[in-house]
């Protein structure tokens, strides 16, 4: 069975605080994912890598950044938290290539991050 | 307006109900569409996925998309108790050059309750 695992399942940091939130997966996956998910808003897409050391934005890059030094850890980071990036984080992975009807996302248990 | 829309609810049912599970897009380049199913507390998994338009059906489950009215609908029969969950619709899109890293777009998500 795939695993992807979160470093917290919940956190609360303060204002201006640099926050690190840990994804790892076992399963040797080409891509990994950084969602958010807001109630009435669903999923969004924060930043996503389709191989080590290559990143891409998402649709709501601002305020995050990422890190991917190997394959099997995606880290999000949250330079300078602020109160609007209270939220559940969620960390997929999938193993990428063709075809892309059948590349799964797996998800992690998510994250709550609470910013005072 | 989103790309994906979708009904956010909450909907509750008596167990033993047909639970009809809707959402609408508005960008015809997606090409692959997806339910997921997220319990409290738990990362969304995959429940099924299309590709074509026509039904699909896995158990009690039927997927059901009409890329002429840009509708996809998941039906449940027989609801039980442990169908009590979040339906998140999601798609995928085709970029030119059939790379897209497997990007999902997801909607709001239906909060749904059967109750014994």
């Known amino acids: 069975d795939v695993k992807v695992t979160q470093s917290s399942r919940y956190l609360v940091k303060r204002t201006g605080e640099k926050v690190f939130l840990e994804c790892v997966q076992d399963?040797?996956?080409?891509?990994m994912f950084w969602y958010r998910q807001d109630p009435g808003l669903g999923l969004r897409l924060i930043y996503f890598s389709y191989d080590v050391k290559m990143k891409e934005k998402g649709d709501i890059p601002e305020g995050y950044s990422v890190s991917r030094e190997k394959k099997e850890r995606f880290s999000l980071i949250l330079e300078s938290a602020s109160t609007n990036q209270t939220s559940m984080y969620l960390c997929?992975?999938?193993?990428?290539?063709?075809?892309?009807?059948?590349?799964?996302?797996?998800f992690g248990p998510g994250t709550r991050l609470t910013v005072l | 307006q989103k790309e994906v829309e979708q009904d956010p609810g909450p909907l509750s049912v008596p167990e033993g109900a047909i639970v009809s599970l809707n959402c609408t897009y508005s960008?015809?380049?997606?090409?692959?569409f997806m339910w997921y199913r997220q319990y409290s507390r738990k990362g969304p998994e995959l429940l099924m996925y299309t590709y074509s338009s026509g039904n699909k059906e896995d158990g009690r489950f039927t997927a059901q998309v009409d890329k002429s009215s840009k509708y996809i609908s998941l039906f449940i029969r027989d609801s039980q108790p442990s169908d009590s969950a979040t339906y998140l619709c999601?798609?995928?899109?085709?970029?030119?050059?059939?790379?897209?890293?497997?990007?999902?777009?997801f909607g709001q998500g239906t909060i749904l309750t059967v109750h014994p």
């Open positions: 997929a992975s999938s193993l990428g290539g063709l075809p892309l009807s059948t590349d799964t996302q797996y």
């Open positions: 999601a798609m995928r899109r085709v970029n030119a050059g059939g790379t897209s890293y497997g990007k999902l777009t």
């Open positions: 399963m040797d996956h080409e891509n």
């Open positions: 960008n015809s380049a997606f090409q692959y």
